[in-house]
C-alpha cells in the first residue's frame, strides 16, 4: 500500500543516486512497522463502520 502511494520512490528534489534507490525500500518496510506498532491508520474500523451502517440503514 504504502509503494502504491509514493512512498520510497526516488524525489528529484535531493538528487536521488544509486544509494537512495537501493535503500529506498528500507525506508518503506520501516514506515509499514511503524504504522502497524501505531495501531494502524484505521482504515479497517472504518470500512467496518460503513459497511455496518449500510447493513442497518
Do not use: C
Amino acid at each position: 500500500m504504502l509503494k502504491a502511494a509514493g512512498l520510497g520512490k526516488t524525489s528529484s528534489e535531493f538528487g536521488g543516486g544509486v544509494g537512495e534507490d537501493q535503500f529506498g525500500s528500507f525506508l518503506v518496510t520501516e514506515q509499514a512497522r511503524a504504522m502497524v506498532d501505531a495501531g494502524g491508520i484505521g482504515l479497517a474500523e472504518s470500512l467496518f463502520d460503513a459497511l455496518k451502517d449500510q447493513q442497518d440503514g
